[in-house]
């Protein structure tokens, strides 16, 4: 089963993701709480996919979108979903361009959290 | 939803509050303050994202309101003003209830209609307009100006596919704008994009859609089903329809990148407890504590050889152990300092004071139930310097001080020991004032008011129904003062000292334990019981031939290098003088000292263990409180412990003079002293 990353600087949004990609087979094979440690545990797990908190603090002036440019700078073909809450389109937008593949907006429906995964899974 | 989530909720959004308000209150003195502004962005964010997935409404409304405001500020679209950041805090309060509602598991009657619309009125007016069901069909064609045909015929040349998109984005999608721009990216990376409507410049300037649709003309050298593939795995579409403009399309191949699989480690570097488990690890960690002395003491009073090495080993081990839960009780100074920017913003402004607060040493442990016991008296000599201490610009400038008054907060760790000094630069305790106060409300007599020393003067102001504020403010005054302050920390097993330099400013000083779980104490045994006295709380220990205790009028006292010093006999005082054999006594209550009436000062009752001690020395024990001291008369000192304090069930919680129990090292039980209620 593929093994997936959580990002996110709210334990609650990481337990929440976690459960929810657990249900349905996931393996959860890192939870970062910051950008900066996504980067390094990037690196070392190589997850198949990652979700990315889009406003998280910065650590070593890393923060969510530094951290997806850093991730596709050591490996283009990494799989990033942005976890966003509405109201945060110029952060979505640059996310993309920075190479986030998808976005999922908070507050989010289980079914579309996994229908994100999945589809970039293909 | 769940409990669990529920916790987690709870405990987290009540950092990210801290944190708002926190970050509010630097942001209004430096409005230029990118890095609270973006930290309060966040916090508020995170707060409105969690709120809406655990489906509580009034919080992500208030919050998501809160948010786009910040983000205008963040923006630079509106400038930070003070009756912005009012807003902002008093949302902040308002969602602070609104969590409290929350954590009681009540249903919230809370209106936040007033904040919604005090932020509302600095938002820039934005309608949103309400979107019709479209169809495919109502998407428009593209024209093409000259350049985009050019570039059309070029692609065409070169034997690309040149495809015609029409696409509708799913009516339950949140971010349209977002998505639309995500489509149109994926596009222009299997191909070039000749023209598209929106366009993705539009996008990025987050322009809103007239339509929730995307109608693009692009070329590419895949073919139509990879196209549409691509396409299709983008989520949140609802109807597409990609037709070729022209040509048949080529053969293309289509890619699959392959993940390398690798090795994983998965590790939790921290985890949330409970504290009660704490609670009850350190419970049980005293327990073993005890048990462990037992064992050893065994050993060596059995000489069992075999096990001395691995009682040695568990000694060591124990140690360790509990120095380590301790270390887990323990957490930072700025869980309460850090609520006193806002506590000193506030309260100047109601003061029409300005000052600032300088807080140091805010990364130095304390015992949490310390921490929670001290958050109160802190904000009340907060307010002391700020109500009476502080002056106003205007006195300050007159005085050639800068009208900004300074309070400093500064913690600091010492042998086992925490001080806490509040000191603000404000006018100082009129000696003078405090003196004729004292004579009015009669706390001291003309000829005492004489006599005393400066220092003892200014002890006066910490005894209760002293005040100096002229009328009682609604800050601070009203009844609550100093000796609350005082009376705190000491019943904390600490001290509060103060010094005061007219025009210079005041300082207050809080000294106080490191832990309440583990506390030095003297052992004392009254009669046949052992008693734990708190070290902090005794200033010396001196023995007494009977004969040296002499009576003024009701109460007995002794006299100590020229001081007089009432003494109080423990084992009437507790009461537990029955079972002793008394002989030359009458019989009399067993309340405190000043019923000790009939009491010869040569009596035999205060004697424990025989008969037959009579001229022998009695031990007592003298304790300082309130700036007095008491000597209490025990039958023998045993020495000094540190003992784990055992907080008593509730039923015989009110006991007086005593404050909890402890295990001893032989098993038995000691009560520990409650040095405050033997006023």
Redesign the interface.
Known sequence: MA?VMIVD?????R??LSDILKKDGFE???EAENGKDAVDKYQ???P?VVTMDI????INDIDGIGAVKEIIKNDP?AKIIMV???????L??EA??AGAK??I????QPS?VL??IN??L? | MQDSYREIFLSESQEYLKNISNCLVKLESKPGDLNSLNEIFRCTHTLKGMSATMGFEKITQLSHLMEDLLDELRSQKRAVTSNIIDSLLSSTDILEQLIQDVRLKQDSNIDISLSLQGLKKFLSEEAIPPEEKITLSDIDSIRLNEAEQNRFKQAKEKGLNVFKLKLLIAEDCLMKEARAFLVLTHLKKIGELIQSVPAMEDLKKERRLEQPSISAIFSTKENQGTVLQVILNIPEIEEVSLTAAEMPPLEAQAKTQLQEPSAYIKKIQSMRIPVQRLDRIMNLMGELTIAKIQLVQMVESLKLASLDEISTTLDRLTSALQDEIMQTRLLPASYILDSFNRVVRDLSKKKNKEVDLEIIGSEIELDRIVLDEIGDPMVHLLRNAIDHGIETPEERIAKGKSPRGKISITVSRQKGQIYIEVADDGKGIDLNSVRRIALERGLLTELEAANLDEKKILELITLPGFSTAKEVSDVSGRGVGLDVVKIRVESLGGRLDFETKPQAGTRFLLTLPLTLAIIKAMLVKVQQETLAIPLMSIRETIKLRPDEIKRVQNFEVVKVRNEVIPILRMDRALGIAANAPLQSHKPEGSGLASDSQSHKPEGSGLASDSQSQTNKLIPLVIIEYEAKSLGLVVSKIIGEQDIVVKPLPSFVKKTKGIAGATILGNGRVALILDIMSLR
């Open positions: 093994k600087d709210a334990l609650f949004m337990k929440m959860i094979c890192a070392q797990l190589k198949d406003v998280m603090p910065k073909g966003s809450a509405m109201g945060q389109h110029s979505v937008v993309i361009q998808d976005f907006t908070k507050p989010f579309r229908e994100a589809r970039i293909k």
